[in-house]
């Protein structure tokens, strides 16, 4: 029979495995580079609630920011300063372009006077694009997740808070499209981003944060100055390849001491 002590040292080594709370932080001169989807409560029996962060946890984690001496960028800024950013600098992305990144985030942004970005999806609307990664999501409900439109887009820009990114026209997924299909999806989704709004578009996001070599390349060649993926991690901006940013994802299933240790480390546990 198990003693006490023997179930204290299982439980103690399980929460050391899960959370990795002894590692020790990655150096604050890095910027933090934090992925959100949507700000919005979780839907009972849905998939993809990790994507939902309820607006709740998100004004606790900007909150948390602002308190703590963190300091806001856009992405394009925070990668054309990369060289004088200071200690503790954050930027905050959405992948997408849900309506509550205008009818939730933004207020709370705006309460603490941060900034984000956001990757907009150019053909979002009535898209269900869960398919194109894994067959067996079609239909799994983010197509009738409410999209912004394009007056949305255009508040957003108007707040001075927002950067407005590329995430291709479909959402589509660059490795299973050959060089002239994503040079498309790529390329005009700049372009259009740029002509609809009036808006620079430096940044991009991966789809699904699946791409390969061909799709680095032609991101660089449309004009692009920077390019984040999915993968989980804190770089230095001054030496990584910019079109393979790593990123911090804030999940809805993230409780505040998962958030704080990912800013510490950029990872939730030994492996995640």
Same mark, same amino acid.
């Given at each position: 029979?198990?003693?006490?002590?023997?179930?204290?040292?299982?439980?103690?080594?399980?929460?050391?495995?899960?959370?990795?709370?002894?590692?020790?932080?990655?150096?604050?001169?890095?910027?933090?580079?934090?992925?959100?989807?949507?700000?919005?409560?979780?839907?009972?029996?849905?998939?993809?609630?990790?994507?939902?962060?309820?607006?709740?946890?998100?004004?606790?984690?900007?909150?948390?920011?602002?308190?703590?001496?963190?300091?806001?960028?856009?992405?394009?800024?925070?990668?054309?300063?990369?060289?004088?950013?200071? /200690? =503790?600098?954050?930027? @905050?992305?959405?992948?997408? *372009? $849900?309506?509550?990144?205008? &009818?939730?985030?933004?207020? +709370?942004?705006?309460?603490?006077?941060?900034?984000?970005?956001?990757?907009?999806?150019?053909?979002?609307?009535?898209?269900?694009?869960?398919?194109?990664?894994?067959?067996?999501?079609?239909?799994?409900?983010?197509?009738?997740?409410?999209?912004?439109?394009?007056?949305?887009?255009?508040?957003?820009?108007?707040?001075?808070?927002?950067?407005?990114?590329?995430?291709?026209?479909?959402?589509?997924?660059?490795?299973?499209?050959?060089?002239?299909?994503?040079?498309?999806?790529?390329?005009?989704?700049?372009?259009?981003?740029?002509?609809?709004?009036?808006?620079?578009?430096?940044?991009?996001?991966?789809?699904?944060?699946?791409?390969? /070599? =061909?799709?680095?390349? @032609?991101?660089?060649?449309? *004009? $692009?100055?920077?390019?984040? &993926?999915?993968?989980?991690? +804190?770089?230095?901006?001054?030496?990584?390849?910019?079109?393979?940013?790593?990123?911090?994802?804030?999940?809805?299933?993230?409780?505040?001491?998962?958030?704080?240790?990912?800013?510490?480390?950029?990872?939730?546990?030994?492996?995640?």
């Amino acid at each position: 029979m198990w003693s006490i002590l023997g179930i204290v040292m299982i439980l103690a080594a399980y929460f050391s495995y899960r959370y990795a709370w002894w590692k020790p932080a990655v150096d604050y001169r890095y910027p933090r580079i934090l992925m959100y989807h949507m700000v919005r409560d979780p839907i009972k029996g849905k998939k993809f609630n990790s994507l939902r962060v309820s607006p709740v946890d998100f004004d606790v984690q900007v909150r948390y920011l602002a308190e703590n001496g963190w300091h806001s960028f856009t992405m394009d800024e925070a990668y054309e300063q990369r060289r004088s950013l200071p /200690e =503790k600098s954050v930027v @905050i992305t959405f992948d997408d *372009g $849900y309506r509550d990144n205008l &009818t939730n985030a933004l207020p +709370i942004l705006k309460k603490y006077g941060f900034k984000a970005t956001i990757y907009l999806v150019n053909d979002r609307h009535n898209r269900d694009w869960s398919g194109y990664r894994k067959a067996k999501n079609e239909g799994a409900g983010l197509k009738d997740e409410p999209k912004l439109s394009d007056d949305e887009v255009r508040e957003l820009l108007a707040s001075g808070l927002i950067e407005i990114g590329a995430h291709t026209q479909t959402h589509a997924n660059l490795n299973s499209l050959d060089e002239k299909q994503s040079k498309k999806e790529i390329c005009h989704s700049k372009e259009q981003i740029e002509m609809q709004f009036q808006t620079l578009c430096r940044s991009f996001a991966y789809p699904f944060g699946l791409y390969g /070599e =061909k799709d680095k390349k @032609i991101v660089a060649e449309c *004009g $692009y100055s920077n390019a984040v &993926t999915t993968k989980a991690g +804190i770089a230095d901006l001054k030496r990584c390849d910019p079109f393979e940013i790593p990123r911090i994802t804030v999940s809805g299933k993230d409780h505040f001491f998962v958030f704080w240790l990912k800013l510490r480390t950029g990872k939730r546990g030994v492996k995640k």
